[in-house]
């Protein structure tokens, strides 16, 4: 897998990182994101067929919501 983008940053001030990439092997896009929340990693991520729209995926990722219960 060859990634395009890798991002570092803060969300609700948590250590976050997203990352886009292709694999090409098995033609798909691949999205993630984790979080690291005290000493646990949380993450999602999405595999999309090439030639699929991903509208909506930015939506899907930002609708994360932290509970602190």
Same mark, same amino acid.
């Given at each position: 897998?060859?990634? /395009? /983008?890798?991002?570092?940053?803060? &969300?609700?001030?948590?250590?976050?990182?997203?990352?886009?990439?292709?694999?090409?092997?098995?033609?798909? &896009?691949?999205?993630?994101?984790?979080?690291?929340?005290?000493?646990? &990693?949380?993450?999602?991520?999405?595999?999309?067929?090439?030639?699929?729209?991903?509208?909506?995926? /930015?939506?899907?990722?930002?609708?994360?919501?932290? /509970?602190?219960?």
């Amino acid at each position: 897998m060859a990634l /395009d /983008d890798f991002t570092i940053g803060k &969300r609700k001030g948590f250590s976050s990182y997203s990352a886009t990439g292709v694999n090409s092997a098995q033609k798909t &896009r691949i999205f993630m994101f984790m979080i690291l929340i005290a000493n646990k &990693r949380y993450s999602l991520s999405a595999a999309i067929p090439q030639g699929v729209s991903t509208h909506g995926g /930015d939506d899907f990722f930002a609708s994360l919501a932290l /509970d602190s219960k």
